[in-house]
């Protein structure tokens, strides 16, 4: 029975064109239909149904005949029986005797109230929510909407403004994000590198300690090797001595040998004069030769003897030199390994307190991306309130202290890269001196041992004569002496680094090739 509608109306063609043409209604209705009217002003238990039509804050009403011609013509009267204003007005369901799903109209300003009825609930719900919505519309409230437009305006320009410099601040603060960014990969990438240069300092420290153990294994062989020389020394000079002895002991004996055979050829000369007869002395002579023949072996043992003591000399003190080689070596290796050892320290201080800030760096830069979008959604939301004001502005704050905490340490961060840079070289150029210095030391033990000769082993023993009249006993054989390398003066052939002379033993094992790091 009643119907709402959106439609377009326009006066009736009833009208004169004058008036249609200077009127020009055309524009919509919220809603229209046939409601039961009890009438106005006066007391009365009779109901009437009439057409009602709510136009924007009016509701107008026909008699019932003026639906058809409405709803075939799309026009309504201007000209309706009555017009009641809904600005301000009260609108609330009320149950009458006959009609249950009635409803009132009222204001401070009418005298009475107006009672309208439907056919059904859903119509009564219907018309009392559209009423109830006419009736907001007033002048005061038209007014205050001007008002608030205008207002919401201005805040809307003002927003955009603010938006904007926002916007602008934001691509300036994004800008430089991404420069940081670009400096964060950089100091990554010298992470990287030093965490590389971490563990090849690692790989040489632990070779250096495997250096200065072999070392100190060459040192301990060293003294063993000069022990024994020491040793074969004292041996030495005692057969010395001895042999001196047996020399002093034969030459006496040859003179006592020599006065008996003068002697005795002076008697046999008198006794061959006298008998004319050969002198009997062929076994003085044989004695004779058999001293001088011992004199003379005991003479080369002697002078063999001398050659290997001095032998023993040099290579005692050749010994002793290069023990003082592995010393100095052994210092160095330890200072080398000291100074890597501090320096890894300090590159581990260095790395632990770049990664805490950068850390911090994301965590502030996460806080601030996350003010800008809280800041964002705020610029953007059409509700505006208090607590999203003080909101705003908290986070307007901490932007303005984010930035200004990237502006004083842009300068450091900046400079990073060129510490972290240097590091990087001062640790490259330790490398390469500790590589200079072994391949020096490996020119040097090269040359040691392709430059000198090799002397023979020499005889197991040599014999050792008693001291008594025309007789003699074998010497015990000494101790092997082991074969040392010396250069063709003698002399112990001097090191390429520093003078430090450098000797192999041919009896102890070989020294194992020492190698450094190579990059």
């Known amino acids: 029975m009643f119907t709402s509608k959106s439609n377009s109306v326009s006066p009736s063609p009833s009208l004169e064109q004058t008036d249609s043409d200077a009127l020009d209604i055309s524009t919509k209705v919220q809603l229209y239909g046939v409601l039961w009217k009890r009438p106005f002003g006066r007391p009365s238990a009779k ?3 009439r057409f009602f039509i709510i136009k924007e804050s009016f509701l107008l009403y026909y008699s019932e005949s003026e639906k058809k011609n409405f709803e075939t013509n799309k026009y309504f009267n201007i000209h309706p029986k009555g017009v009641i204003p809904l600005g301000g007005c009260l609108v609330e369901a009320k ?8 409803m009132k109209i009222s204001h401070q300003d009418f005298h009475g109230n ?12 219907q018309w009392l929510e559209m009423l109830q919505e006419s009736g907001k519309v007033t002048w005061k409230n ?4 001007e008002a608030m437009i205008k207002s919401l305006e ?27 960014r670009e400096q964060r990969e950089e100091l990554e990438r010298l992470n990287q590198v030093l965490e590389a240069e971490k563990q090849q300092f690692e790989e040489v420290v632990q070779e250096l300690k495997m250096e200065q153990e072999q070392i100190k294994r060459e040192l301990e062989l060293t003294a063993r090797c000069l022990k024994g020389v020491e040793q074969e020394k004292k041996e030495l000079r005692h057969l010395t001595e001895s042999l001196q002895q047996t020399l002093e002991e034969l030459s006496i004996e040859k003179k006592k040998t020599l006065a008996m055979l003068e002697e005795n050829e002076n008697q046999l000369q008198t006794l061959a004069n006298q008998s004319e007869q050969p002198p009997p002395n062929g076994g003085l002579h044989s004695n004779l030769r058999q001293i001088e ?18 032998e023993n000399e040099e290579r005692s003190r050749a010994l002793e030199e290069e023990r003082e080689f592995y010393s100095s070596q052994s210092q160095a290796l330890q200072n080398s390994l000291q100074e890597l050892t501090a320096e890894k320290q300090q590159a581990e201080r260095e ?24 800041l964002e959604q705020g610029l953007n939301s059409k509700v505006r309130n208090k607590e999203k004001e003080e909101r705003m502005r908290a986070d307007v704050s901490h932007l303005k202290r984010f930035f200004e905490e990237c502006i004083r340490n842009a300068e450091l961060e900046a400079k990073m890269p060129v510490i972290m840079k240097n590091s990087v070289y001062i640790h490259k150029a330790a490398t390469r001196r500790i590589k200079s210095c072994r391949f020096h030391r490996r020119r040097s033990s090269t040359s040691w041992n392709d430059t000198v000769p090799v002397f023979h082993d020499l005889p197991a023993g040599c014999q050792q004569h008693g001291g008594t009249k025309g007789g003699g006993q074998e010497a015990q054989p000494g101790p092997a002496l082991p074969r040392i390398h010396l250069s063709h003066h003698g002399k112990p052939a001097r090191s390429a680094l520093g003078g430090s002379p450098g000797w192999k033993v041919m009896g102890a094992p070989p020294l194992p090739p020492r190698s450094f790091l190579s990059g």
Do not use: H, N
């Open 142 to 145: 038209a007014q205050l909407g």
């Open 351 to 374: 790395l632990k307190a770049e990664v805490k800030v950068r850390m911090d760096l994301e965590r502030r830069l996460r806080e601030a991306e996350g003010a800008l979008r809280s």
């Open 47 to 49: 109901w009437s149904r």
């Open 114 to 125: 107006i009672l309208l009825a439907a056919e059904s609930e859903f119509e009564q719900t």
């Open 293 to 310: 023949e011992k004199m003379q072996q005991l003479l080369e043992e002697k002078l063999l003897a001398e050659k290997r003591m001095k």
């Open 95 to 102: 149950e009458e005797p006959s009609m249950p799903y009635a």
């Open 154 to 180: 201005a805040q809307g320009l003002q927003l955009a403004k603010e938006k904007q410099e926002y916007l602008d601040k934001l691509m300036e603060e994004t800008e430089e994000l991404c420069l940081q």
